[in-house]
């Protein structure tokens, strides 16, 4: 679907990668926001797009904000990993259970695209680089289950009812607003810059994508006719391990501390200790990232400091 033109309703709008999607489609769209603003910010919500504040539960606040519409990207979710080993229901509730709302009012409302944002973690402990056909997907965290279950609701809506449905699923995705491993080894190091604590080994070795690549290839995978699968990964073609991560934080700030490792593998229970994905699905129709994994690190480092 070119999207030039269309009314387009993004869940989680406020939120890190939903406020930057917003801001890529605002010059060239209607753009509703809908975000309970939990974790998101009305600051991100850049003039001209409607703010529509509401639980992402709530079937008819959500079926009013998508009524005309004619695209959804379904980002709204709860994306702390670790929360899910201590609270076992929030993923299923502020996840799943949301997913099947957000697709009831779709269905209802009669909006011709559905893009859902799933996630690396589906995979779970999966060789690498892991391309979309793998299975039998057995993720290893909560998170990864809720973000499972919705991808299941969105290809049982698009076989039963014919929508259009895109799911992406993102590697670690990183930039000024976001959270994870760079601002908090920036907040670390600036309360004390001698010592920086790494979860794990440091030698967990993930893909790191920048937030404006990942929006890049969202938007190019719904408009493109190029994109004629459900499923996308959307990464680097690389890896960075959490040390290297570190090294490249504490040049950001001009620090020099030395690191104290927790040992172990994982950094926390369901953390998976090395992914990447394979993106050459994506890269056929023509899209690319702009960015390896390091450089997505260095340049999040930049923006959460301000020197960028």
């Not at 209802?108 to 973690?121: K, L, P, R, W």
């Not at 039963?160 to 760079?182: D, K, M, P, Q, S």
């Not at 699968?229 to 501390?257: C, H, K, L, M, W």
């Amino acid at each position: 679907m070119e999207l030039s033109g269309k009314t387009v309703a993004v869940t989680g709008g406020a939120g890190f990668i939903g406020g930057r999607l917003v801001e890529t489609l605002i010059d060239r769209n209607e753009v509703r926001v809908v975000d309970d603003l939990s974790a998101g910010d009305c600051g991100y919500v850049p003039e001209g797009a409607s703010l529509h504040v509401s639980d992402i539960l709530d079937y008819d606040a959500v079926h009013d904000a998508f009524d005309g519409a004619d695209a959804v990207f379904h980002l709204a979710a709860n994306p702390d990993v670790r929360s899910g080993a201590e609270e076992t229901r929030v993923h299923m509730e502020q996840n799943a259970e949301a997913t099947n709302v957000v697709l009831d009012a779709v269905r209802d409302a009669d909006v011709d695209v559905f893009a859902f944002a799933s996630s690396s973690t589906v995979y779970g402990e999966a060789p690498t680089p892991t391309p979309e056909t793998y299975g039998p997907l057995e993720p290893i965290s909560l998170y990864g289950a809720s973000k499972l279950a919705g991808e299941g609701l969105c290809t049982a809506y698009e076989g039963t009812f014919g929508l259009e449905t895109y799911v992406y699923r993102f590697a670690n995705v990183v930039g000024g607003r976001g959270h994870g491993v760079v601002p908090d080894f920036v907040r670390k190091l600036n309360d004390d810059p001698s010592t920086l604590e790494i979860l794990g080994n440091g030698r967990q070795r993930k893909s790191y994508t920048h937030v404006t690549d990942c929006v890049d290839g969202m938007v190019h995978v719904v408009e493109s006719d190029a994109c004629d699968e459900t499923f996308y990964n959307i990464g680097t073609q690389d890896t960075v391990s959490v040390t290297r991560i570190a090294e490249v934080v504490a040049d950001t700030v001009d620090a020099e501390p030395e690191f104290e490792y927790t040992g172990g593998e994982r950094g926390w229970k369901g953390d998976v200790p090395r992914m990447r994905l394979d993106v050459s699905r994506l890269c056929a129709t023509g899209w690319e990232p702009s960015h390896d994994s390091e450089d997505s690190v260095r340049r999040a480092a930049e923006e959460v400091t301000g020197k960028r």
